[in-house]
């Protein structure tokens, strides 16, 4: 058996006004999603979402968490 490599990310997310209940539920069904939370401060919600490589979190975010509806803006930060 090989090792397997995750890589994972903190996603901040800012949302439309009202939507942050809905983005953080949706975000939670993701595959790959290990948490999704609303938060306050400058963000409406926090993903931490993993993958078995970078090119697939970038998939992941781009494809999936950027066209939930109510998604603003993110930024991530990669796991070190």
Known sequence: MGIVVVVQAF???RTGAGKAASVAEQAGKLSGCRLACMVTGRYDVVV????EDLKK????????????????????AIVV
Do not use: C, M, N, Y
């Open 11 to 13: 996603v901040f997310i």
């Open 48 to 51: 931490l979402i993993e993958a």
């Open 57 to 76: 979190l970038t998939e992941a975010i781009l494809s999936k968490i950027h066209t939930i509806d109510g998604v603003e803006r993110t930024e991530t």
